[in-house]
Protein backbone atom coordinates (compact mmCIF):
# COMPACT_ATOMS: atom_id res chain seq x y z
CA UNK A 1 0.00 0.00 0.00
CA UNK A 2 0.78 3.36 -0.45
CA UNK A 3 -0.22 6.84 0.59
CA UNK A 4 -0.13 10.14 -1.06
CA UNK A 5 -1.05 13.41 0.43
CA UNK A 6 -0.83 16.61 -1.96
CA UNK A 7 -0.60 20.01 -0.16
CA UNK A 8 -0.69 23.26 -1.55
CA UNK A 9 -2.36 24.83 -4.61
CA UNK A 10 -4.94 27.24 -4.15
CA UNK A 11 -6.40 30.63 -5.87
CA UNK A 12 -3.77 32.76 -7.97
CA UNK A 13 -4.43 35.36 -10.62
CA UNK A 14 -2.62 34.62 -14.25
CA UNK A 15 1.03 34.90 -14.66
CA UNK A 16 1.35 33.80 -11.16
CA UNK A 17 3.04 30.66 -9.22
CA UNK A 18 2.37 27.77 -7.02
CA UNK A 19 3.38 24.71 -5.58
CA UNK A 20 2.21 21.32 -5.10
CA UNK A 21 3.79 19.03 -2.67
CA UNK A 22 2.81 15.27 -2.49
CA UNK A 23 4.14 13.41 0.47
CA UNK A 24 4.48 9.47 0.07
CA UNK A 25 4.39 6.83 2.93
CA UNK A 26 3.99 3.00 3.16
CA UNK A 27 6.59 1.95 0.36
CA UNK A 28 9.87 2.51 -0.48
CA UNK A 29 9.86 5.99 -2.70
CA UNK A 30 13.24 5.67 -4.69
CA UNK A 31 11.11 2.67 -6.26
CA UNK A 32 8.47 4.82 -7.60
CA UNK A 33 7.88 6.48 -10.60
CA UNK A 34 5.74 9.62 -9.63
CA UNK A 35 3.34 11.51 -11.76
CA UNK A 36 1.19 14.49 -11.45
CA UNK A 37 -1.98 14.62 -13.10
CA UNK A 38 -5.50 17.11 -13.73
CA UNK A 39 -8.81 17.14 -14.20
CA UNK A 40 -10.67 20.33 -15.33
CA UNK A 41 -14.28 20.47 -15.05
CA UNK A 42 -15.84 18.89 -17.33
CA UNK A 43 -13.02 17.33 -19.03
CA UNK A 44 -11.15 14.23 -18.63
CA UNK A 45 -7.97 13.61 -16.21
CA UNK A 46 -5.31 14.43 -18.13
CA UNK A 47 -1.24 13.68 -17.72
CA UNK A 48 1.15 16.93 -16.67
CA UNK A 49 4.37 15.88 -16.24
CA UNK A 50 5.82 12.47 -14.63
CA UNK A 51 9.57 11.79 -12.48
CA UNK A 52 11.79 8.64 -12.49
CA UNK A 53 12.69 6.82 -9.19
CA UNK A 54 16.19 8.01 -9.49
CA UNK A 55 14.59 11.86 -10.32
CA UNK A 56 16.90 11.71 -12.90
CA UNK A 57 14.35 12.06 -15.82
CA UNK A 58 11.83 14.70 -16.43
CA UNK A 59 8.24 14.10 -18.91
CA UNK A 60 6.14 16.92 -19.37
CA UNK A 61 3.02 17.56 -21.18
CA UNK A 62 3.36 19.92 -24.32
CA UNK A 63 1.05 22.52 -22.69
CA UNK A 64 3.30 22.37 -19.25
CA UNK A 65 6.59 21.79 -21.30
CA UNK A 66 8.62 24.90 -20.00
CA UNK A 67 6.37 26.44 -17.25
CA UNK A 68 5.81 23.36 -14.32
CA UNK A 69 8.63 21.37 -13.04
CA UNK A 70 8.69 18.57 -11.40
CA UNK A 71 11.22 17.36 -8.48
CA UNK A 72 11.48 15.06 -5.82
CA UNK A 73 13.33 15.02 -2.31
CA UNK A 74 14.06 11.38 -1.72
CA UNK A 75 14.89 12.40 2.01
CA UNK A 76 11.60 14.00 3.00
CA UNK A 77 9.89 11.05 0.41
CA UNK A 78 7.42 13.94 -1.43
CA UNK A 79 7.28 14.95 -5.13
CA UNK A 80 7.26 18.74 -6.11
CA UNK A 81 5.17 20.32 -9.08
CA UNK A 82 6.33 23.89 -9.13
CA UNK A 83 3.67 25.92 -11.67
CA UNK A 84 4.76 29.57 -13.10
CA UNK A 85 2.98 31.69 -15.79
CA UNK A 86 -0.09 29.99 -14.89
CA UNK A 87 -2.84 30.53 -16.90
CA UNK A 88 -7.19 30.15 -16.46
CA UNK A 89 -6.61 26.93 -18.31
CA UNK A 90 -4.79 25.05 -15.85
CA UNK A 91 -7.38 25.62 -13.73
CA UNK A 92 -8.14 22.12 -12.22
CA UNK A 93 -8.12 19.52 -9.67
CA UNK A 94 -4.15 18.08 -9.45
CA UNK A 95 -3.41 14.70 -8.58
CA UNK A 96 -0.58 12.95 -7.33
CA UNK A 97 0.00 9.52 -8.81
CA UNK A 98 2.64 6.57 -8.18
CA UNK A 99 3.60 3.99 -10.35
CA UNK A 100 4.81 0.52 -8.50
CA UNK A 101 5.48 -1.35 -10.62
CA UNK A 102 6.97 -0.14 -14.41
CA UNK A 103 9.76 1.83 -13.60
CA UNK A 104 9.15 4.00 -16.82
CA UNK A 105 8.07 7.55 -17.51
CA UNK A 106 4.58 7.24 -18.69
CA UNK A 107 1.22 9.72 -19.29
CA UNK A 108 -0.92 6.89 -19.51
CA UNK A 109 -3.19 6.58 -16.46
CA UNK A 110 -3.35 3.31 -16.35
CA UNK A 111 0.47 2.51 -15.50
CA UNK A 112 -0.30 4.61 -12.02
CA UNK A 113 -2.03 2.43 -9.09
CA UNK A 114 -1.88 4.98 -6.39
CA UNK A 115 -3.42 8.31 -6.23
CA UNK A 116 -3.33 10.86 -3.73
CA UNK A 117 -7.07 13.18 -2.92
CA UNK A 118 -6.71 16.07 -5.46
CA UNK A 119 -5.91 19.66 -4.47
CA UNK A 120 -7.66 22.53 -6.19
CA UNK A 121 -5.85 25.06 -8.56
CA UNK A 122 -7.70 27.65 -9.73
CA UNK A 123 -6.28 30.94 -11.79
CA UNK A 124 -8.15 33.62 -12.26
CA UNK A 125 -8.09 35.85 -15.34
Known amino acids: QVQLVESGGGLVQAGGSLRLSCTVS????????MGWFRQAPGKEREFVAA????????YYSDSVEGRFTISRNHAESTVTLEMASLQPEDTAVYYC??????????????????WGQGAQVTVSS
Open 97 to 114: AADTYSGVLSAREARYDY
Open 51 to 58: VSPSGAST
Open 26 to 33: GRAFRSLT
